[in-house]
């Protein structure tokens, strides 16, 4: 594969082309991780943390966003502690016992990890989607961040925009590796994109999910109706609202197709015609669809995962392809899932 530079596989940079990669005989390691301003790296191993605890601030970037601060308050929820959404005493000294956890990793480049198909640009045009062979990656760079569940913006600050993406390079990345990888899984597809996505198998069983609208995050809750995991999630609009209730996760599609009906989407041009869409991670509904009681309704993955939290849906309950992932480890068919303002 032909040496890829970090920084020019999707992230624009106004003052410089991109660079040819220079041959070299053998991998140049990775740098140390950066003091770039945007990734402070104690919120970034917090994130860490609590993600491997279940509750996730969908990307790992080492802000202090509104869904870092959510998974704060999550965690702080299922620790009996005051919801401050901060990292005050009490809940370092809750985070305390896991302090070993790192927030980076050095990581080799495997040939896989890099390995197309890609398609770039993707099309925006439903109908043009549809006639692909798979909603694939736009770049070798875009597929390592997903699969350290951050933005190619992260990976580039904490390595360089000169690191070339080649088999045998050492790069650095946020610790998303998970404990385990003995997954209970019979689909072979299905579980080759649970791995790659670094989801863990070890995973707890929920009882019920409540989404939470006023909140922006899907729990996991068990039978006690204690929280033990949360997403963030993008969820209804003023067209197409959170529709308030309780529902039943009637069972989940693996790498599904998704069909185009343009009376379900907003802002679908007059004219429009039906259109199924092929699979792949940035088809969009992501990588896995669970289907609920309620007609046409979902909860589900996103091409976009940057945008969870920030920007509408058509109803349906948004979360990042790993999220979603992890979350379908965790319910069955007939899961009941609580939707509340």
């Known amino acids: 594969m032909t040496a890829?530079?970090?920084?020019?596989?999707?992230?624009?940079?106004?003052?410089?082309?991109?660079?040819?990669?220079?041959?070299?005989?053998?991998?140049?390691?990775?740098?140390?991780?950066?003091?770039?301003?945007?990734?402070?790296?104690?919120?970034?191993?917090?994130?860490?943390?609590?993600?491997?605890?279940?509750?996730?601030?969908?990307?790992?970037?080492?802000?202090?966003?509104?869904?870092?601060?959510?998974?704060?308050?999550?965690?702080?929820?299922?620790?009996?502690?005051?919801?401050?959404?901060?990292?005050?005493?009490?809940?370092?000294?809750?985070?305390?016992?896991?302090?070993?956890?790192?927030?980076?990793?050095?990581?080799?480049l495997a040939p896989q990890m890099i390995a197309g198909p890609f398609i770039n640009p993707t099309p925006k045009d439903y109908a043009d989607q549809s006639k692909l062979p798979g909603l694939y990656?736009?770049?070798?760079?875009?597929?390592?961040?997903?699969?350290?569940?951050?933005?190619?913006?992260?990976?580039?600050?904490?390595?360089?925009?000169e690191t070339p993406l080649k088999a045998g390079q050492q790069i650095v990345v946020p610790n998303a590796l998970p404990s385990s990888r003995a997954y209970d899984i019979d689909d072979a597809t299905w579980k080759q994109t649970v791995a790659y996505l670094n989801v863990d198998a070890q995973q707890p069983?929920?009882?019920?999910?409540?989404v939470d609208e006023s909140e922006g995050v899907l729990k996991v809750m068990d039978g006690q109706d204690r929280v033990i995991a949360q997403f963030p999630a993008t969820m209804g609009s003023a067209q197409f609202p959170l529709p308030i209730g309780e529902w039943t996760i009637k069972g989940a599609a693996y790498n599904p197709d998704w069909k185009f009906q343009p009376e379900l989407i907003a802002g679908s041009k007059p004219g429009a015609k039906e259109a199924v869409v092929?699979?792949?991670?940035?088809?969009?509904?992501?990588?896995?669809?669970?289907?609920?009681?309620?007609?046409?309704?979902?909860?589900?993955?996103?091409?976009?995962?940057?945008?969870?939290?920030?920007?509408?849906?058509?109803?349906?309950?948004?979360?990042?392809?790993?999220?979603?992932?992890?979350?379908?480890?965790?319910?069955k068919p007939g899961t009941k899932a609580l939707f509340r303002k």
């Not at 069983?205 to 409540?210: E, S």
């Open 4 to 108: 890829t530079a970090l920084g020019f596989a999707g992230i624009p940079k106004a003052d410089a082309q991109a660079p040819k990669a220079e041959p070299q005989q053998q991998a140049q390691p990775a740098r140390a991780p950066t003091a770039d301003p945007r990734i402070d790296l104690a919120t970034l191993k917090a994130q860490v943390i609590l993600s491997k605890l279940g509750f996730s601030s969908g990307l790992l970037d080492g802000k202090n966003s509104a869904a870092f601060k959510g998974a704060i308050r999550g965690f702080q929820e299922s620790r009996g502690l005051g919801p401050t959404g901060r990292l005050d005493a009490p809940t370092l000294a809750a985070l305390k016992r896991y302090d070993a956890a790192e927030p980076t990793k050095t990581i080799t």
């Open 137 to 161: 990656y736009r770049s070798p760079l875009e597929k390592l961040a997903e699969m350290f569940h951050t933005s190619p913006e992260v990976l580039v600050a904490l390595n360089s925009r």
């Open 205 to 210: 069983k929920a009882d019920h999910v409540v």
């Open 278 to 331: 092929p699979p792949g991670p940035n088809n969009p509904v992501g990588v896995v669809w669970m289907d609920l009681s309620k007609p046409h309704y979902g909860i589900h993955g996103t091409p976009e995962p940057q945008n969870i939290g920030k920007t509408e849906s058509n109803g349906c309950i948004r979360l990042t392809n790993w999220d979603a992932a992890r979350l379908a480890l965790m319910v």
